[in-house]
């Protein structure tokens, strides 16, 4: 049944060095000085080798196992553990210049060429607040999977576990651009999976409007009492069927008023394919009265602080809130509604993107 935390931890010293099997070949030494001692015991070529994983409790049992499971990919792909760990090992100290930061920094600039700006932000932020803290400094060939798992834990320890699955992702997406450049020779994140070391998250359904209460909506929005742009992003919002980050981040370059078109560049979309949004008079209507208000900068819903940066997405769902519509989807709620509504009357659904 192999080990557990509590055998572990109740197991005292004796005499005599003795073993805590955990089971293919891999167990615990437990010294008289009181040491506890992982080792994994394997043959390769003939040969029998020992091979040391670290010590208790600074390397957990879930820990050891991790690096057990690993060393056995290698074995029984014909390599000797031992000595694929010391070439990285060398490698790294003569390579000492590669810190994780530095290759992460060049893998960033490979990878942000045609994403969406949010995208290419999200994912600086999320290496700068989560990643490089932990394993920045450290050079890159030398990072095990323990270390990759303590870092996601504790992000999920915070009540963020779809952040710590997408950090995750970005450091196996860097480790497969060190592979390809000779930075490393293996990539750690891709010898577990998210599931073996984070709980699973609960998918929480947003509610959004149902087609009963489209009419009262919209008649809330055109007696809306805030402010005269919001109320119009709400309204242009049920006219166009957007989602709330394509409509905010609209810029006054992309609506062709003559066409009677909005067109939303790729790198804006989800989906990094170009967009095209026909506007019904009621549209236009509505983007002309903002031009009077907004026309002069380039975004049609800027910052009320910030007039370079779009409005915030929450100015839409505080609103939303205010009528009585407290968490409902906004542009991708439209959305799903048109969608169901075309798809009730015969006609295919709306893509995604």
Excluded: C
């Excluded at 935390?5 to 010294?31: M, Q």
């Excluded at 992003?233 to 009677?260: C, G, H, N, P, Y």
């Amino acid at each position: 049944m192999g080990l557990t935390d509590t055998a572990i931890k109740r197991s005292r010293p004796a005499e005599k060095p003795y073993k805590l099997a955990d089971g293919k070949g891999l167990y615990l030494l437990v010294n008289p000085s009181g040491s506890k001692l992982w080792r994994w015991k394997y043959r390769h070529e003939g040969r029998e080798k020992l091979m040391p994983f670290g010590a208790y409790p600074d390397v957990s049992l879930a820990d050891a196992r991790l690096r057990h499971a690993a060393a056995r990919r290698l074995l029984a792909a014909g390599s000797d553990p031992m000595a694929e760990r010391k070439a990285e090992k060398e490698t790294a100290m003569e390579a000492g210049e590669n810190p994780f930061s530095e290759i992460a920094v060049l893998w960033f600039d490979h990878w942000k060429v045609n994403k969406s700006s949010r995208h290419v932000d999200a994912t600086r932020r999320r290496l700068e607040a989560n990643v490089f803290p932990v394993i920045g400094s450290r050079p890159i060939a030398l990072i095990e999977p323990p270390e990759l798992v303590a870092m996601v834990k504790a992000i999920e320890a915070r009540g963020a576990g779809d952040l710590a699955k997408r950090a995750l992702e970005t450091a196996g997406q860097v480790f497969r651009y060190a592979i390809a450049h000779g930075f490393v020779r293996r990539n750690p994140v891709a010898e577990f999976k998210p599931s073996d070391v984070l709980r699973p998250t609960k998918k929480v359904n947003l509610a959004r409007v149902d087609a009963k209460e489209l009419s009262d909506l919209l008649r809330a929005i055109e007696v809306y009492r805030g402010k005269v742009v919001t109320r119009l992003a709400m309204k242009l919002l049920a006219l166009t069927f957007v989602r709330t980050s394509e409509l905010i981040e609209a810029r006054w370059e992309e609506i062709d008023f003559e066409a009677q078109r909005w067109n939303i560049p790729a790198e804006r979309m989800k989906m990094d394919t170009p967009h095209v949004v026909p506007l019904a008079r009621q549209a236009i209507e509505v983007l002309e009265l903002l031009r009077t208000i907004t026309g002069t900068g380039e975004l049609v819903f800027p910052g009320d602080r910030e007039p370079s940066r779009p409005m915030s997405n929450n100015t839409i769902l505080l609103a939303l809130d205010r009528m009585g519509y407290r968490g409902r989807q906004t542009g991708h709620g439209f959305r799903g509604l048109a969608s169901t509504i075309l798809h009730e009357q015969g006609y295919p659904r709306l893509p995604d993107g």
